[in-house]
């Protein structure tokens, strides 16, 4: 079976200060993207940042940037210089061909930002 | 990206009646999914919804409970059908855009299902 795990339900970051979340995954394809999504208490599903398992170099976007060991299957997200905006649920999801292109999503971690 | 209109947002339905959920994307998409999500839960793929063919469910969910239509490449829409308690949940579908490499999957805002 293929699995996503976020082995941290909770996470809690002073505001400025920077947060990993971490994200592990298996799965014995080799073509597959991984991807970090956020999700507020508005409920909306917002992408926060996507890697391609084929590329060795670590996505980054703006403050948000991951660690990708494809080895040791990890995908870890960093958030840098945390915002109150920040706060949210962040969720840890792979695409494979043969998941028919639908997202597998982990249990997801909820983030907390203090002032 | 695409953008996704879900509707409704939130219902309070009564036992053994159906509720039909409507999402409308502002650009054609190849392929559109639908998620069922438990308060501070994950995300649960119910199925997958290509137009002109049968929707693909995963193992849990069945069509006669959940019918989904495609009739198009920007509609699609989830039943659920003789509900119970246990269906109350946040209901998302989400799309894929055209062609599959393009991987920016967007989501709709999510149904926000109570039954009693």
């Known amino acids: 079976a293929q699995t996503v795990t976020q082995s941290q339900p909770e996470m809690s970051v002073q505001e400025a200060e920077t947060v990993t979340l971490s994200c592990t995954y298996d799965?014995?394809?080799?073509?597959?993207?991984l991807f970090w999504y956020k999700q507020p208490p508005s409920r909306q599903m917002i992408l926060v940042i996507r890697?391609?398992?084929?590329?060795?170099q670590n996505a980054t976007e703006n403050r948000f940037s991951v660690n990708f060991q494809k080895a040791a299957k990890s995908f870890s997200l960093k958030i840098s210089d945390s915002q109150l905006g920040d706060a949210a649920m962040y969720f840890c999801a792979y695409r494979t061909p043969n998941s028919g292109y639908a997202l597998n999503f982990g249990k997801g971690t909820s983030l907390l930002v203090t002032p | 990206s695409a953008v996704i209109s879900q509707k409704p947002s939130r219902d309070i339905c009564q036992r053994g009646t159906s509720l039909t959920i409507q999402c409308q994307v502002d650009s054609q998409v190849t392929m559109m999914f639908w998620y069922r999500q438990q308060p501070g839960q994950s995300l649960t793929l119910i199925a997958t919804?290509?137009?002109?063919?049968?929707?693909?469910?995963e193992s849990g969910f069945v069509i006669d409970k959940f019918p989904i239509s495609r009739p198009n490449l920007t509609f699609s829409t989830l039943t659920v059908s003789n509900m119970s308690p246990e269906d109350s949940s946040i209901y998302l579908c989400?799309?894929?855009?055209?062609?599959?490499?393009?991987?920016?999957?967007?989501f709709g805002s999510g149904t926000r299902l109570t039954v009693v």
């Open positions: 919804a290509n137009q002109g063919s049968e929707a693909t469910y």
């Open positions: 989400s799309a894929a855009g055209t062609p599959i490499t393009n991987y920016g999957y967007t």
């Open positions: 890697q391609e398992a084929y590329k060795q």
């Open positions: 799965t014995s394809e080799s073509d597959y993207y």
